[in-house]
């Protein structure tokens, strides 16, 4: 505790982060240098994918996860209630998309088996809904003061994660708020945020040239993208004040995990937000440079086993700020790309899905977002021209509605439309197209981007499944609190199974 509150204090002084930018400032003047040289071009595509689960006792209930879990294959994330999963890149191809997969189920059936031992089940899941034994609200707001440092007891040890909060709280007076349909909170730690589930495609891009243009693409994806995903449309039952909980259902938003997310850090900075274009891959580096410095570490406070590569032995300070650089599409410069070589690589970091039921699914995401980025730029597509604040406004929309969401898109022929038949149509032919492109076999798309697109089909998604769920448990004589928790109940036993969403009956 007291080396926790010691780092958190020598981070939050002002000599530390005048040194910070400082070095961020060179390191950036350094990477321009490396992006001119072509240090960054890698010989192809490549994949890569994170995603967060939680865990749950055997009565349902949020439960912490215990240290043996984390000798399995997971990370520790901002609750103690989450763990993350991550895979190493591969190509972007065939055998590459199996291995992906492959090690994700991995991942997933060795650290559940670990759970298991401990009486937890490991949720895939976007949004925990039934609280954990001691209320939602005292999870959240259990902290402690020690020599002007706020700890939030069931947030991870991590000096990070608590300078972060800690700088926000300053910023805030003390307290974060939440807004949205049917709750009002106020939480006395940005650990609400943990209420999140995520997964994170990434996409290698072969030359920093080419990069700004899959990224202006990507940009534009975002909403309908998301509406396909959606999959937190309930808070945990002891945040609501609910009168009439059918209002609630028709009210909600489909994805609550963008704004909790958003509200727990900007009330501080508007840094959790819609990305802005780039004209050049240098512009992604001057972007980080600009935007606000948050809980900034020195990289000889970090043990030597802790440093991780090259690049990030070379750039710490300038990589340690990527990680309080929130768009929704970020820029992820270094790491060693896919077939080897001396050189680092360029990639998209694609970060507003949710985590998805099944493994099936999460890579069917992994595979939608890295073949419609790759076809469009195949297809020399016009997307690109898009008003940037038209896909701001789809995206939003996709947030609140899911599939009922207004959205924006421009077709192959450069016309605008909002018909999301056209939309959708195109969006799954150019992902195919990009498949294609790198050269996946006809039965692997039908494995991972089929679910995705019979979710159009049948017009349904997680988020909805959840909802019309509840709905009939109200229907049934349950109340709001019994409803939803049958419901999730149902949720995790389905995804359990390993069967994609759109199979569920």
Not at 84 to 101: K, L, N, R, V
Not at 219 to 239: H, M, Q, Y
Not at 334 to 346: E, F, H, K, N, T
């Given at each position: 505790?007291t ?10 002084r ?6 910070f930018d400082?070095?961020v ?13 072509g ?5 192809g595509?490549?994949l ?22 984390f000798d ?10 989450g ?6 890149p ?5 055998e590459?998309?199996s291995a ?12 559940r ?24 609200p ?7 003061e020690?020599?002007g ?16 909060d800690?700088?926000?709280l ?8 939440l807004s949205?349909?049917?709750?009002e ?7 609400f945020?943990s ?18 243009r ?10 309908p ?9 309930l ?24 704004p909790?997310?958003e ?20 512009d ?35 990589d340690?700020?990527r ?8 820029t992820v410069i270094?790491?060693?790309p ?17 985590t ?10 992994q ?7 790759r ?7 016009p ?6 604040d038209?896909?701001e ?15 924006a ?10 018909d999301r038949?056209?939309?959708?149509d ?16 006809q ?36 109340d ?11 949720y995790?036993?389905l995804?359990?199974t390993?069967?994609?969403f759109?199979?569920?009956?």
């Amino acid at each position: 505790m007291t080396d926790l509150v010691d780092q958190v204090r020598r981070s939050l002084r002002e000599d530390t982060q005048r040194e910070f930018d400082r070095r961020v400032e060179d390191q950036a003047d350094r990477l321009r240098e490396a992006l001119r040289e072509g240090r960054l071009d890698s010989p192809g595509f490549g994949l890569g994918i994170e995603l967060e689960a939680y865990a749950v006792d055997g009565d349902g209930r949020l439960a912490r996860v215990p240290e043996s879990v984390f000798d399995a294959d997971c990370e520790r994330e901002l609750g103690r209630h989450g763990v993350e999963f991550h895979t190493a890149p591969d190509p972007f191809d065939g055998e590459g998309i199996s291995a992906q997969a492959e090690t994700l189920r991995r991942h997933v059936r060795n650290v559940r088996r670990v759970a298991a031992r401990e009486g937890l089940e490991v949720v895939l899941d976007a949004m925990w809904t039934v609280p954990p034994s001691e209320g939602t609200p005292a999870y959240l707001g259990d902290v402690i003061e020690r020599d002007g440092v706020t700890i939030a007891e069931n947030m991870t040890r991590s000096p990070r994660y608590c300078a972060i909060d800690n700088e926000v709280l300053a910023r805030t007076g003390g307290t974060v708020g939440l807004s949205v349909p049917g709750a009002e909170c106020d939480f006395p730690s940005i650990l609400f945020e943990s209420l999140t589930n995520s997964i994170q495609p990434h996409v290698q891009v072969p030359t920093a040239e080419a990069f700004p243009r899959y990224y202006g693409l990507a940009v534009r994806t975002l909403g309908p993208v998301l509406a396909l995903a959606t999959n937190s449309p309930l808070l945990p039952t002891d945040l609501y004040d609910v009168d009439d909980p059918y209002r609630l259902l028709d009210e909600t938003y489909h994805e609550l995990r963008i704004p909790v997310f958003e509200q727990s850090v900007n009330a501080a900075w508007e840094k959790v937000r819609f990305p802005d274009g780039i004209r050049t891959a240098s512009d992604a580096v001057d972007a980080l440079v600009a935007d606000p410095t948050c809980a900034p570490f020195l990289r000889e406070w970090i043990d030597d086993d802790e440093r991780g590569d090259a690049f990030a032995d070379r750039f710490w300070e300038f990589d340690h700020k990527r990680g309080t650089y929130w768009r929704w599409l970020r820029t992820v410069i270094g790491g060693q790309p896919v077939g080897g070589g001396d050189s680092w690589s360029i990639r998209l970091e694609y970060r507003p899905l949710p985590t998805q039921p099944t493994v099936v699914d999460n890579v069917g995401f992994q595979c939608l977002v890295a073949g419609l980025v790759r076809g469009l730029g195949a297809a020399d597509h016009p997307l690109a021209s898009l008003d940037r604040d038209l896909a701001e406004r789809s995206f939003y929309s996709a947030v609140e509605n899911g599939l009922d969401a207004d959205l924006a898109w421009v077709t192959a022929d450069s016309e605008r439309t909002t018909d999301r038949a056209v939309i959708f149509d195109e969006l799954f032919a150019l992902a195919r197209r990009g498949l294609r492109e790198q050269g996946v076999p006809q039965a692997t798309v039908e494995e991972y981007l089929a679910p995705i697109e019979e979710r159009w089909a049948g017009r349904t998604t997680p988020s909805r499944w959840k909802l019309e769920r509840v709905r009939d448990h109200l229907d049934a004589g349950q109340d709001f609190e019994e409803a939803v928790r049958e419901m999730q109940s149902e949720y995790v036993r389905l995804s359990g199974t390993g069967e994609p969403f759109v199979r569920w009956s």
